[in-house]
């Protein structure tokens, strides 16, 4: 009998791709197995076995496979149950859920980079022979792809050499490499040990009688800790006792003195912080068993609690009766609110059971924490994680919540597959017929409409932890304050004078603008000209910093001009205003206080935004003035108000959900105000001050937002109401994109008549030198999504077999919001 496999491949075929394999690999593979297989002409990749059977392909000639790479499976069964449905909700295929789920060290293929890992000396003869030879040409050279090593070794053991090298640590996967980010350590000392005993002591007063400055400094230790047992800063011990801290040097490198490090935590639940004991409040606890009383009729349940209610704290409390039950529990949060402040939390509670995976870390991570989550190992019962950890090898997954679930980070644009974390979760939680929370305070539209509909259940927490109250809203009249002459730059009179109280009682202050560089844009007075990305068609922006022009989408970028392109006066203007210049304004009005910017640009650095969030924390910076990485579930205790520059910008924003978003953003960033004893303050600047939206928003009324949101999108056709699917063609040629979208349009329209929007270029019609064109296919929820689906695939492929539109590239995108 033969013997075959089907495999999926890491790239985008549609279906499996069949193997042969001996009798005894047939004994030996289980789905879930990698093996390294010969594809097209000459390239090698790592394959994923689905099946093994013994049904010969009928279209081509089964290939052997070269090498089998594993001796277990790497997936489990019900990540195949999982990636199917990706596939299939999604419109993709098995080998792009293989790619975004597996981490890049799983999938070895032809043009895979390696180098040498120079961190490691290696001890030749540990290496076998052909390992030897890979690792010896990588001192020639300072990186290989895998093809270049299949002309050193014999192609057949290219990937499982490789893989060997990769476990040994010896060569390492070229990737982006981002350093762990490491929390901010404290200075303490302590008197040595040898000195315990009085004796000793007294001996070593007795031998620095001649060196007076180190003798007071000893004294100062002993006064300081008879009046507290907490451990002694060093800075404590130099300012108490006057010394340099060249005495305390000399002293610790004598010995007597011993220097240790302690990692601090905004977090201390009580002085001496051990494992903090969790209380929940009254309210918390009858939340807890609402929610657990709900789960006995429903698979979802939307925990609405307003910010700083607590949400976190009954998480954990789940979390642990899910670890009681020695089960694993997934907890999902937008990749920007996984910062050191929340991993540090639930690791206080959960010590190392708590494994965390997202993108900032390496290949390397990553591959530890799947296999801790695929072996159920202790070290990761809890798994926090962004987006893409709801794809991990769980083996007895107990419990899902997904926290922040309104967030919009939750959904991946680009690539394939383009899904959906919190749904995708949910479906997750079916197969291990779990149950699933969601918590926000801002609950999206479609969530909600879950909750109404009778599919979710819904639990509400309406009071702050500790009493505390919610922030008060103040809406300021910016038209009226220009022109009653009582503007400075963007900040109106009432905003200084909270400013200037805030920071005089010692509390600190959040901007917050939803936009970035300086000035966006740069506009001729006399011609209206602007500079435009030759690339991108969208305008540049300027970059006070360098003095430059810069494009948001390729980063082409020229110095700043002293006139105009196109009319050569130098009648240039800056319009508009983003975070850096509200940064320099302040920095101006308030020169005695410190100020820092969070967003995209300054960011992006190796510790990204933990660095910033850390000195916010530690009360180095009084001023925080940022985009809406501010509002993504932070907890800062000292932050009593909260500015937001401009309204306006967001609710003009051209997007069917614009006005949903502006409250999210608004009430959250709102959140961060007041969350410890004193009520926060809140003013909201906007030449606006009767939108709907902004009085919702000062008087917290998700219920009024709802209703009256849910009318537009009834009225226009739009979700929750209707699903949305978008089509984006791309390509080069300006016409060839014009006369594709056309085609593709009518043959939709032929099937959903007035279901189908556009083509349209969207705003930003050119992106790295492609055109890009729209159509959006709107499905009622009596149209069956599946049958739709399979339409738009059958249109799609009559497309793709025109010979003009071959080259165009179809992008399609389910639920595109
Ligand atoms: P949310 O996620 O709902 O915005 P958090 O969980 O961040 O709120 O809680 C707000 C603040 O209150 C946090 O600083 C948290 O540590 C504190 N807190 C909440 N519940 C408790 C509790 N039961 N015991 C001690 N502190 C709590
Ligand atoms: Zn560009």
Redesign the pocket.
């Known amino acids: 009998m033969l013997n075959f496999i089907d495999v999926i491949l890491p790239i985008p075929l549609p279906n499996f791709f069949t193997y042969s394999i001996t009798i005894a690999e047939a004994d030996f593979l289980k789905p879930g197995m990698r093996v390294s297989v010969p594809f097209g002409k000459s390239k090698i990749y790592t394959a994923l076995v689905h099946e093994i059977h013994s049904r010969p392909p009928v279209l081509y000639e089964a290939k052997e496979i070269h090498q089998i790479l594993d001796d277990k499976p790497l997936i489990t069964e019900k990540q195949f149950d999982l990636w199917k449905w990706l596939a299939s909700y999604y419109m993709c295929t098995l080998g792009d859920v293989m790619r975004a789920a597996l981490p890049n060290a799983f999938i070895l293929e032809s043009e895979t980079i390696i180098y040498r890992n120079t961190s490691l000396t290696i001890n030749d003869s540990e290496l076998e022979d052909d390992e030897f030879m890979v690792y010896e040409a990588l001192h020639h050279q300072s990186s290989l792809t895998i093809q270049d090593i299949t002309s050193i070794i014999d192609k057949k053991n290219a990937l499982p050499v490789i893989k060997r090298l990769l476990e040994k640590e010896v060569i390492l996967v070229k990737e982006e490499v981002y350093a762990k980010y490491k929390p901010k350590l404290v200075r303490y000392v302590r008197l040595d040990k040898r000195y315990a005993a009085d004796q000793k002591l007294n001996e070593l007063l007795e031998s620095l009688s001649r060196a007076p400055k180190q003798r007071q400094v000893i004294m100062t230790l002993f006064s300081i800790s008879a009046k507290s047992k907490s451990p002694i800063k060093v800075s404590e011990l130099i300012e108490e006792s006057d010394a340099s801290s060249a005495i305390i040097k000399s002293l610790i490198d004598k010995h007597i003195l011993e220097e240790h490090f302690i990692q601090t935590d905004r ?1 201390e ?1 009580d002085d001496d912080s051990e494992t903090p004991n ?4 009254e309210d ?1 606890n009858n939340t807890l068993n609402d929610i657990v009383q709900k789960f006995d009729n429903q698979d979802v349940v939307l925990l609405h ?9 009954i998480y954990i409390k789940l979390i642990q009766s899910v670890l009681n039950k020695n089960k694993q529990a997934l907890y999902l949060l937008p990749e920007i609110a996984l910062t050191t402040q929340l991993v540090q ?1 639930l690791q206080d509670y959960f010590g190392e059971k708590v494994a965390v995976y997202h993108s900032k870390y390496s290949s390397n991570e990553r591959v530890e924490v799947w296999k801790q989550v695929l072996q159920n190992s202790t070290k990761a019962q809890v798994i926090i994680g962004a987006r893409s950890a709801v794809l991990l090898p769980f083996q007895d997954l107990g419990l899902v919540i997904v ?1 922040e679930e309104h967030e919009q980070s939750y959904k991946q644009f680009d690539p394939a597959p383009r899904y959906h974390a919190r749904d995708t979760a949910i479906v997750l939680a079916n197969i291990f017929k779990i149950k699933t929370l969601l ?1 926000s ?1 801002t609950p999206s539209l479609e969530s909600y409409y879950n909750v109404q509909q009778g599919k979710y259940g819904m639990v509400e927490l309406n009071t ?3 009493d505390v109250l919610m922030p008060d809203i103040e809406l300021v009249d910016l038209k009226d304050k220009h022109k009653r002459k009582r503007m400075k730059g963007h900040f109106s009179d009432r905003l200084i004078a909270e400013m200037t109280d805030t920071l005089k009682n010692g509390f600190q202050i959040i901007l917050f603008q939803n936009r970035r560089g300086f000035s966006p844009i740069v506009e001729c007075q006399t011609c209206g000209h602007s500079p435009q990305c030759p690339n991108c068609d969208v305008s540049l922006t300027y970059h006070q910093y360098r003095d430059q022009l810069r494009c948001h989408y390729c980063g082409f970028n020229t110095i700043m001009m002293k006139s105009c392109e196109a009319c050569e006066t130098s009648n240039l203007d800056t319009k508009g205003f983003g975070t850096q210049q509200v940064e320099k304004e302040v920095s101006d009005l308030f020169p005695d206080y410190k100020v820092a910017r969070m967003d995209l640009d300054t960011t992006r650095g190796k510790y990204g935004y933990e660095k910033i969030i850390d000195a916010f924390q530690h009360g180095e910076v009084d001023i925080l003035v940022g985009t809406q990485m501010l509002t993504k ?1 932070l ?1 800062f ?1 000292n932050v009593k108000l909260v500015g937001v520059m401009n309204a306006d910008n967001m609710l003009n924003f051209p997007d069917f959900r614009a006005h949903e978003r502006s409250f999210q953003l608004l009430l959250q960033v709102s ?1 961060r105000a007041g ?2 004893k004193e009520r926060g303050k809140v003013l909201i600047q906007t030449y606006n001050p009767f939108h709907k939206i902004l009085q919702q928003v000062s008087t917290n009324n998700y219920l009024e937002m709802y209703h009256e949101q849910m009318d537009d999108r009834h009225n226009f056709k739009y979700l929750p109401i209707y699903r949305l699917i978008k089509i984006t063609l791309k390509h080069r040629d300006y016409n060839k994109v014009n006369t594709g979208a056309d085609w593709f349009a009518k043959s939709l329209r032929n099937v959903f008549k007035q279901g189908v929007l556009g083509p349209e270029f969207p705003p930003i019609s050119r992106i790295r030198n492609q055109y890009h064109k729209n159509i959006l296919v709107k499905i009622p929820k009596t149209q069956s999504l599946p049958k739709t689906k399979e339409a738009i695939i059958k249109i799609n492929n009559s497309f793709s077999s025109v010979k003009d539109f071959r080259a165009i590239r179809v992008v399609l995108n389910v639920d595109n919001y």
């Not at 969790?278 to 409040?281: C, P, R, W």
């Not at 609690?305 to 704290?313: D, L, N, R």
Request: no cysteine; proline share 0%.
């Open positions: 977090i639940y969790l209380k929940l409040s918390q609690g307003v910010t700083s209610s607590g949400k976190t704290e939390r926290d918590g305070a702050r932890y500790n579930g907890d205790r959140g969350r410890t």
